[in-house]
């Protein structure tokens, strides 16, 4: 039997998730809640960690034609992510919300989503351009950004 407190992280969950699934075709649902929810229990993030913590449903390689060349648009998606984090910051507080890219340098171009992008550390020991993956991230900024 459920906690009242578990009981309200499943609820919050649900909302969140069916909110998020909004951006997205009612095909592609499924799979992104079975990511996301491998995701957050999995330690490291990543789509085959993920997928190695749930009972997943689809072939493996199909998780990552789906992320790299389906039918969805990350921008949507993000867009709901942050009207998910906006709605809920209190009315009148400042909140600082970061968003970060990083190239994940790869040797194969066979990875899903990779491309050439320039590389703005300027390493010595590396090309202008190199083989990588773009990463963004999302993160909140805890302190007051003035102090």
């Known amino acids: 039997m459920l906690t009242s407190e578990q009981k309200v992280i499943l609820r919050e969950l649900s909302l969140y998730t069916t ?18 929810l491998g995701s957050m229990i999995s330690d490291e993030g990543f789509l085959t960690q993920a997928l190695l913590v749930i009972q997943y449903e689809n072939v493996w390689s199909s998780y990552h034609h789906w992320v790299s060349q389906g039918k969805w648009r990350w921008r949507d ?15 009148g507080q400042i909140t600082s919300i970061i968003l970060d890219d990083l190239t994940i340098e790869r040797c194969s171009a066979k990875a899903p989503a990779c491309r050439i992008h320039r590389q703005h550390s300027k390493k010595k020991n590396r090309g202008l351009y190199i083989l990588g993956q773009c990463w963004v991230f999302l993160d909140e900024y805890k302190g007051h950004p003035y102090i």
Do not use: Q, W
């Open 19 to 36: 909110f998020l699934t909004g951006a997205l075709s009612s095909i592609a649902a499924p799979t992104f809640c079975e990511l996301l």
């Open 77 to 91: 998606l993000a867009h709901r992510l942050i009207l998910l984090v906006c709605s809920k910051v209190p009315d």
